[in-house]
């Protein structure tokens, strides 16, 4: 191995494939072998023979599609308010002075501690999940997005001004631009962690969704159950990771050459 | 005139407790409409300064700065530039970058494509219309950042050392092709040219008149006329006019190169 050297596409496919199978391996391992009780810890058959009775029996399919409905929905709410104020924020240095020291403290706030109030505030039902989720995302999607728009290349904005464009012709030709690639590159991060909120909402006082499902399961000890709730969303997360980064190459061929 | 610049200065204020640094002694500068003019100087001596306070990119502490009788107080289409950094939108290829000033005008279409077509064929890039920036070698991405200045027709063009990146030879070629574009050929075409450049060579070749600034803080120090006849190729470099001229400018600016490097 030499640092920094590249590896083929083959050879790169091969290790990341190398890692899961070792896991998988090691997993089967310490359950197969009896050397952790089926109590604690399902085999690798049992998940996915738990997950077959999930979907044929208890309507799995409705509680992931609720699950992706309450990410996507409060995630998307909270772009859509973000992403247009942190671009104002990192553009205008008063509208950034103005919000920036309320949204750097508010960001440290726990979502889910907010949870409790939440409840109190808009019951168990739909709008309090996405609550979470909007509140777990909308902080961190302004300060990211500021500051990308904040680093705009000072040089290609003199360059516009030479051009004769003026006010907020800059903000529109110029920063929006400039920013795209990266702003969707922070809403791909940020969307990863709203699938840490999404759970943690819906193992309290939920009638559906992935997480309830594995709450559920605690109650019955199937730990077979949780691992496939488990397993469901980050191969969603992949899915969604991977998604995200086809659009992007698609919609940012410029920034990808 | 085209351009007059009157008792420009310019004082950069003291960062951290430091003394304010005066960047821009009391400047005069007279450029008449056609004329290429050099302006040459050590690095640090303030020569960036006064184009960008030309562009309206900076703001001068005293001083006026007058373009055909207009106060110049902010940036404008009027002015064109090119910068040393390669400053095309990377998100825009090359035609798109070509027409960005266009577009700020709302031309009808059928005028951007013309407009377009023809700097791109008198700057040499056929075939590289729909190529991103970052697919461009930096001599190409500066005959498209020249092409974009000059399609928008302004009144005076103003070049911070747009060839300062580029190797040798290309910098040579684009220096003949700048006299090409600028109009060498056809006295009654030419666009008025501010250039600003740290090398000799490049100073004497391109202008009618060379202005060599002192080290910092900046003033005109000495006027040099490039008595030259254009069209200008290569072949002038080797004249021993050029070299009586290139004697002269360095044996004025080798005292400012030293004075700026004892600080």
Redesign the interface.
Known sequence: MEPLKPVSAPLRAALGLGFFLLFLGLWGLVTYGGYVQPLFLASPGQALAAGWTLFTEYNFAGDIGMTVWRVVGGFLLAALLAVPLGLLMGAYKPVEAFFEPFISFARYLPASAFIPLLILWAGVGEAQKLSVIFLGSVFQIVIMVAVIAGGT?R??V????????KGS?ILR??II??A?PQVMEALRLVLGWAWTYVIVAELIGAQSGIGHMIMDSQRLLDTGQMIFGIVVIGLIGLVTDFLFKALNRRL????A? | MALSVRGLTRTFPGQGGNAPTLALQPTDLDVAPGEFVSILGPSGCGKSTLLRIV???DRPTGGSVTLNGRRVS????D???V?Q?Y?L????TVEQNIR??LR??KLPEAEMRETAARFIARTGLRGFENH????LSGGMQQRT?LA??LA?DPEIL?LDEPFGALDHQTRELMQELLLEVWGSDRPEARKTVLFVTHDIDEAIFLANRVLVMSARPGRVKAEVAVPLPYPRDWTVKTAPEFGALKARLMGEIREEVRKAALG
């Open positions: 290349r040089d290609l003199e360059a516009a001004y030479t051009l004769g464009t012709g030709r110029v631009p400039a795209a940012f061929r410029w920034a050459l | 562009a309206g990119l902010g940036p404008g289409p002015r064109g530039m910068f950094s400053t939108f990377p998100w825009l960005f000033g700020e005008r991103w920036p970052r697919q950042a974009r200045a928008n103003l």
